[in-house]
């Protein structure tokens, strides 16, 4: 397969997987795709660790990273660059009433409390440019081919600083205006992200929002949510897209690192069994719908508190949960497409049915118009 | 262009054209694709003279009429045959403070009262068993090749009755479990309609619920939802449809009697601009998103009542709404698609884009592969 994406980054098959374990993202660049390694759960120091780690299994195929530096967020304003100094500015932000509905929550649902604090970069993660700006200084010392952005456009000097170390530039854009302006501070590829996607997402399905994008800017475009098939990845180039970004389909393969309990949810859960909800992060995001989101949606609930407050408000929580292996709290971002994952396979394995489908898809729509 | 539908209906192009206006649906079948008339709107008198004028105005090409007979309603279980008597029995069920908050929005907009009672039939619609029943019997009695329902199942007797016409059943999904129960009752065409679509619609969106249904049933899917341009047709096909179903992009045609200030609104709006509410009947359908749609959600908002009591309460204000000219407040269904409709063109012109556009992106994706 052949679009600017392929030769821009020189890879087979223009499928970009994004994923917060390593071995996934080793495995799709080794496969012909392109493994993107989600930054955001990880200290500068456990980056390092993790990209070191690729770079030694990589076997030389190119890769990326994803970051998040969000346009606007709680505390932008305030000019703290040190994340211990942030949290604890940010923290008496955070009402009473709030820690009271969550630990309410948790002892509803018999989930133990935790002992010790946790580090402020675990509270804060990579949602503030405090904290996303060192994954980047670290992302750059290495091999990497693509650093990507979520929530808005990059800061300019990153970008370029990025285009300095010859590495190109991505951002995730819900509007075709938000593209716009992510191209005009010189990002290289757009990804074009429908609401069924999982994570942040706007509220313009994939098949409406990839035309939009991709007639409102010059460079290329991948498209993204509800994207875990070949006759997906079809679609997605048919709208006008040079490539796909995938991200909810690695969560349950082989490779992958996600808790047992959520990996056994995926498999289980329908298409109709996420829901966009502020309760994560404060940003819409899709997450697997469950006590937990149902929870902040009800009369009960104190509302969601701005990025970063609402996940400086739930890190603990989400620890103690996790820990607990209650699975009825247990939320976590996840695309419409989750309905159609029913089987743990290997990321290779994930990457040649998508292409191998994807020719089927073509053979068929050839057969309509030549008949 | 040949699928399975293009045989079933002896057409040119797989477009199927969903519209209220009769010139709409004979020009679309004139131009090659299908147009299918909703009956909802049409008292059984007044069906009969848009279908005689359709009649003498298709040029013998095939056409189809829509019904709705949702598979719940209240009422559904009185046994009810007629529709005054069901609309006595109905009224009685809508709260006070119904009315009230309505009258009120009303007002606050400086909208005036009507004078006269509505007749039965336009209070109820189509969306009863008891009203749509005779628009059926009207149906059958015109060379219709399609009969197509919403909301659910089409009663298997009604199934049955077409059958013995000649007539092909289709039916909308927005699950693949809907659509299996469809193809149980007799359904020979199942349009799997996502998210982003006007009107009653689900959850899961157009790219992962196509292949979701065309994996769980035997007989042809058309793909609705989000689909207005050949690119998104494409993607449809892609996706494993064998046609496409589309509504919103017929309501600023040249053709279609959609009043004035609707037809601007939709030319100004933005894929952004719709959201699904159940303010219209009471299931969740996606309209334009203006103050109506917001003051169901408001705080002050009484929440909605079930189908068909919801449109019952609203008509009387629709009407007064229409006449009004009010902007602010004339809502009515509308998809994420409206994004893209910024000019008046015939429909002719649209079906022939459509193709044209179509083709375009063959050609590009094999591009793509061939390289």
Not at 34 to 52: D, H, I, N, Q, W
Request: one cysteine or more; a negative charge; charged letters at 20%.
């Amino acid at each position: 397969m052949r679009t600017r994406v392929t030769e821009m980054f020189g890879i087979e098959f223009p499928i970009f997987a994004f994923s917060h374990c390593r071995d996934v993202v080793a495995a799709v660049s080794r496969a012909g795709g392109m493994g993107v390694l989600g930054a955001l759960y990880f200290t500068p120091e456990e980056l390092e660790t993790e990209l070191k780690w690729i770079d030694d299994h990589v076997d030389g195929m190119p890769y990326g990273v994803d970051v998040v530096m969000p346009a606007s967020y709680e505390g932008a304003d305030l000019g703290v660059d040190s994340p211990e100094e942030l949290v604890g500015r940010l923290q008496s932000m955070i009402p009473e009433g709030h820690r009271k509905f969550v630990d309410d929550l948790l002892a509803e649902h018999g989930v133990p409390p935790l002992g010790g604090d946790a580090e402020a970069g675990k509270v804060l993660l990579g949602w503030t440019d405090a904290t996303a700006r060192p994954q980047v200084e670290v992302a750059l010392r290495h091999p990497i081919k693509l650093l990507a952005n979520a929530l808005g456009p990059p800061p300019a000097d990153v970008v370029e600083q990025a285009h300095a170390h010859g590495v190109k530039v991505a951002a995730l854009a819900s509007t075709a205006r938000h593209a716009v302006k992510q191209v005009e501070v010189g990002v290289d590829v757009v990804v074009a992200q429908g609401t069924e996607a999982g994570g942040h997402t706007g509220e313009i399905s994939t098949m409406v929002l990839i035309p939009e994008v991709v007639d409102a800017v010059d460079v290329p475009v991948l498209a993204a949510g509800g994207i875990g098939r070949g006759r997906q990845m079809a679609a997605g180039m048919a709208l006008g897209a040079e490539g796909v970004w995938t991200g909810s389909i690695w969560l349950a393969v082989e490779e992958a690192d996600t808790p047992e309990t959520a990996k056994n949810h995926i498999l289980a859960a329908t298409s109709r069994d996420t829901v966009r909800s502020r309760s994560w992060t404060g940003k819409p995001a899709r997450l697997l719908k469950n006590a937990w989101t149902d929870a902040w949606e009800s009369e009960k609930s104190p509302g969601t508190l701005p990025m970063p407050l609402q996940f400086m408000l739930i890190s603990d929580a989400l620890r103690r949960i996790g820990r607990s292996g209650n699975s009825s709290l247990a939320t976590f971002p996840a695309g419409q497409i989750i309905g159609s994952m029913n089987q743990v396979r290997s990321s290779r394995d994930v990457v040649f049915s998508l292409v191998e489908e994807y020719v089927e898809a073509m053979e068929r729509l050839n057969r309509i118009t030549d008949s």
